[in-house]
């Protein structure tokens, strides 16, 4: 069975740092391109950061470029999302998910991630 089980999420205060793990199981994910997503309530998903299945290439979006880092860990099937400076927008659930491409799509809305995670909530309060 083909999990990824996200994990580090909680409350945190504005300024604050939180490091979001992604663990897969039930394949091997090394050759995959993965992604971490957010939604806030009344919002639509979007995504945060990617990288690519050998960490050559990253995205961030802008709102969080500068202060959110992925990064992958290919021998221990985990991505992970270390986020500095956070700020209450940041507030949402934060997805992982996984696409059968080497490199990050181009589509941002996640259509093209083929495994997701159920979620972790980040609360930041100011």
């Known amino acids: 069975q083909v999990q990824l089980v996200e994990s580090g999420g909680g409350l945190a205060q504005t300024g604050d740092s939180l490091r979001l793990s992604c663990a897969a199981s039930?394949?091997?994910?090394?050759?995959?391109?993965m992604g971490w997503f957010r939604q806030a309530p009344g919002k639509e998903r979007e995504s945060v950061a990617a990288i690519s299945w050998n960490g050559g290439n990253t995205y961030y979006a802008d709102s969080v470029k500068g202060r959110f880092t992925i990064s992958r860990d290919n021998a221990k099937n985990t991505v992970y999302l270390q986020m500095n400076s956070l700020k209450p927008e940041d507030t949402a659930v934060y997805y992982c998910a996984a696409s059968k491409t080497y490199y990050i799509p181009s589509n941002r809305q996640g259509n093209e991630y083929d495994y997701w995670g159920q979620g972790t909530q980040v609360t930041v309060s100011s």
């Open positions: 039930g394949r091997t994910f090394s050759y995959d391109a």
